[in-house]
């Protein structure tokens, strides 16, 4: 075996986005593409000589010849270990789970989350830290600096390492350690919830439906829900992963998970569903008839977390992406813990979780964690949901209603204008950002604009600065819009709008979100004027 040192050119465009590189599949296949970004990582937070990493993936198309490819890198840069899952499969929260649990120098994570797989869809990675999560942005620019200057990448002249049989293997200097991708991440639930009620649950003729979308988190949820809770064969679907998820786009939300949706609002609904995406840190949660929204899934799941045993000390303080709803402040407010409000992206929770300073965080974009691990985690999510479930021996529905009666209910949805002219939707946040000053006191559509601004974030931590992070359009207490392009796509640019309005009334929170969120959509339509500069009648995804 030797080690091979090939000269090599840099790639355009290797910056981290929100979560990780990305980028379409077949840019990742070609020559040195996926070595470049690789190296680069090393070389910034190595030298990686003496230490251990941890390394896994969605299984999505190029997920095993990625993984051979960065096993015989590490051994060329010299790692002294790299703790990698069976067939090269790790969920993104399980990876944070066994760089936590194995204290790895950090961890590769391969995925592109939501986004759709296979040769024409598209691939990623993204470096974790070895507190388990993403990388700061300290950390990602210094990477994209080096993949700017990089001449060079180290790789071992090596057959592929068996991946499909757990054990140690020797590679060059490297030890290539094959393990369970379930079992670490499956104690650690077990830890947290109580099995035993949610065990008498399912006991007791609870049914639920658990949509797997072909995607990581299958292996994860057959052997928790079913082989360990007693959850019927067949309660989890969708359960093997597939290269292209089956065609599939792998992002649990109404529109993407239609099926599971249908079943839920038919009569012969389960009591629960529930659908995670590609590599298993997402979720939705749907009652019988009830679709929860992920902002008041984090709401609910913070007020109640105190009914898991890993919980029941009480939590220090909740954190939401700007974006998510204000239902979580609410439930803050009540509880008498701080809330912080980050900019989009679980890497700005990292530093809140490791200072204590909170213990659940969530976003819009269906995520919700907590400080178990440093990822937002899809299967925790539903497994804290049937732990309250199992103790309150209520419906979905009355737990939302409950929950609203309690709060008020924040009406939400956002919608998505995808693959649009990457120019026009720039301008158009440019001018919404230059008429910001003049906007306060301005009425559209019969709301007021309190307040506009660009949101910036100082971490109360470590005191670094986030810019540009989407804009704000307030309108007081009652209603907000937000607007922000997505930093995940790879094709043209993707609008995000977030809706919300505040509705204190029990007898009034029964309405069809979109009706009850149509005058705040109409102001922010008025005010940008979407349809006109990005040639879109209406969104094309509203979740
Ligand atoms: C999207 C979500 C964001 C999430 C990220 C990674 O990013 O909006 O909340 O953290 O995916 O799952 P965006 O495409 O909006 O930049
Ligand atoms: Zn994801």
């Known amino acids: 075996?030797?080690?091979?040192?090939?000269?090599?050119?840099?790639f355009d465009g290797q910056k981290p986005g929100t979560s990780g590189l990305r980028a379409k599949t077949r840019v990742f296949m070609q020559p040195h593409y996926l070595e470049n970004f690789v190296q680069a990582v090393f070389d910034t937070v190595g030298p990686l000589k003496g230490k251990t990493l941890t390394l896994g993936g969605d299984g999505r198309y190029f997920n095993t010849e990625a993984i051979q490819t960065i096993l015989k890198m590490a051994a060329a840069n010299e790692a002294a270990r790299v703790v990698v899952g069976r067939d090269g499969l790790l969920s993104t929260p399980a990876a944070s789970a066994v760089i936590r649990n194995r204290k790895t120098d950090g961890g590769l994570i391969l995925s592109a989350s939501h986004n759709p797989g296979g040769e024409d869809g598209d691939f990623g990675i993204k470096y974790n830290i070895p507190a388990g999560g993403p990388a700061p942005e300290s950390i990602t620019g210094a990477i994209h600096v080096r993949t700017g200057e990089i001449s060079e990448y180290r790789i071992l002249e090596a057959s592929d390492v068996n991946l499909s049989v757990e054990g140690e293997t020797q590679l060059g200097s490297t030890i290539v350690e094959v393990i369970d991708p379930v079992a670490i991440y499956a104690e650690l639930m077990r830890a947290l919830f109580d099995f035993e009620a949610i065990r008498g649950l399912f006991a007791s003729g609870f049914r639920m439906r658990f949509d797997a979308m072909h995607?990581?988190?299958?292996?994860?949820?057959?052997?928790?829900?079913?082989?360990?809770?007693?959850?019927?064969?067949g309660t989890v679907i969708n359960a093997v992963p597939l290269p292209d998820f089956g065609g599939g786009h792998p992002d649990p939300n109404p529109v993407y998970a239609a099926g599971l949706m249908a079943e839920m609002f038919s009569d012969a609904a389960p009591e629960f569903g529930a659908a995670s995406d590609g590599d298993g840190d997402r979720n939705m949660i749907v009652g019988r008839n009830t679709y929860v929204t992920p902002s008041d899934s984090l709401a609910v799941l913070a007020a109640n977390a105190h009914l898991a045993p890993g919980y029941a000390g009480g939590i220090a303080g909740i954190a939401r992406s700007m974006p998510t709803s204000r239902a979580a402040d609410r439930v803050a407010a009540k509880l008498g813990v701080e809330a912080f409000a980050t900019p989009t992206g679980w890497k700005f929770f990292g530093t809140l979780l490791d200072a204590g300073r909170v213990t659940i965080c969530g976003e819009e974009s269906a995520g919700t964690g907590s400080n178990h691990v440093r990822e937002k985690d899809g299967l925790w999510a539903v497994l804290l949901w049937l732990n309250l479930l199992a103790v309150k021996k209520i419906p979905v529905a009355d737990v939302m209603a409950e929950h609203w009666a309690t709060y008020g209910r924040d009406y939400y949805s956002r919608h998505d204008y995808e693959e649009v002219d990457k120019t026009a939707a720039e301008g158009l946040m440019d001018d919404l950002r230059a008429a910001l000053p003049d906007l306060a006191g301005r009425e559209i559509d019969g709301l007021t604009i309190t307040e506009a601004d660009d949101f910036a974030y100082t971490d109360p931590v470590d005191g670094s600065r986030a810019e540009k992070q989407g804009i704000r359009i307030v309108f007081g207490d009652a209603a907000r819009g937000v607007l922000r392009l997505s930093g995940t796509g790879t094709v043209g640019a993707t609008l995000r709008v977030y809706l919300e309005r505040f509705e204190p009334d029990p007898a009034k929170q029964g309405d069809d979100p979109q009706v009850a969120l149509a005058q705040v959509s109409a102001a922010v339509q008025t005010l940008t004027g979407i349809s006109d500069r990005l040639g879109r009648a209406t969104p094309d995804v509203r979740t």
């Open 1 to 10: 075996m030797t080690v091979k040192t090939i000269a090599t050119t840099p």
């Open 215 to 233: 995607a990581v988190t299958g292996p994860y949820a057959r052997a928790i829900l079913e082989d360990t809770l007693g959850a019927p064969a």
